[in-house]
């Protein structure tokens, strides 16, 4: 183990920071704007006359995203930690806003985004962001009994959520709880956070009841031919993707679910597309990129000796782990749909841009983590 690190770290310290952690979600990038033409260019075609609409918007994004790491990156952690109470505030804020007519939009019943001039963005992904660096922030900074931090997680767990719920969007809901119960978790163990689950899971269930088109969810996920023209239509779709691909794939641009078949083909069924063009294979190379990430993120984690530093990189990559856990999960049918995006590869830019800055904190971590070693190397 002793040899296996020390190699790791004379490879890491050839560098300013570990270039996998920008090359992999680089590749993940483009490969998604591929797709995104792909997967909309039966629509693009009719709504603007050429197929490279969407895939072009997305370009754009991707640099702005890239500009917004680069500027993540230049900034240091002691820094991002000051300023973490403030961002809270202000992404706390801008979520609210949403609600208010005159700034938010409402797409699909839910009033999730908002809009500045000719861009609209969701601050839901920056308020994540924020909470992220701020929750890092308060359980490194204070030595406490566990109840005590509980409750002070919880609090700014539960005040983070008003305006996710009101919009509503329960599954950024989900996200935020369970990022900032996986820092607690990491310092004060899985008692309190059990207690919680257990308590919740009866008030959790008369919600899903009481509310019919969450009802209608369930059973749509458990059944989906029970209503295979309306609420379990995005499901048997999503699996037809997924049979015609088989192993090898239909071929690129192939697709015959993007063709009115599959709602959102472009956005939350990407991955759906993916592996109806490219098969199995394309699939297993999606995740397989993921876990590539997941081990270097690991792996510099693992050297951090400072608090805020180790449950910053935790929360950061569980931020665009989850989500990514949640969208294969759905469109697979292991759990119920829930709308998130594919981190990298679905359309939109609010999600692409709060990705890459957490990318660009990631590899300043890594940076000052490579610094610190030849530090002590030295």
Known sequence: MDNERDIFQAQENSHAFDLWLIVIPLALSVFGIIMITSASGYFSIKQFGTP????????KWLLV???????SYSVPIDIWRKVSPFLWILAFLLSFATLIP?????VSGSSRWMRLGPFSFQPSEFLIFSVVIYLSSVISGYEEPPISAFVRTISVLIVSAIPLLFQPDIGSTIILFAIGLGIFIMKYG???PLILLVTTSVPAIILIFNASY?????KAWIDPWQDPLNEGFQIIQGLIAFANGGFWGVGLGRSLQ?????PAAHTDFIFAISAEELGVLGSMAVIGAFAVISVRVYYMWRDFDDEYRRYLVFGLWLSILIPFFINVGGVTTLIPLTGKAMPFLSYGGSALLATWVKIGLLLRCSAENNRMIKRSAS
Do not use: E, T
Request: charged residues 20%.
């Open 65 to 71: 995203s890239l500009a917004g790491m680069a500027l």
């Open 52 to 59: 490279w609409v969407y895939g072009m918007k997305q370009i």
């Open 258 to 262: 993007k063709l009115q078949y599959l």
């Open 190 to 192: 899985w008692k309190y």
């Open 102 to 106: 005159s700034f938010g939009m409402s």
């Open 214 to 218: 969450r009802l209608r969810r369930l």
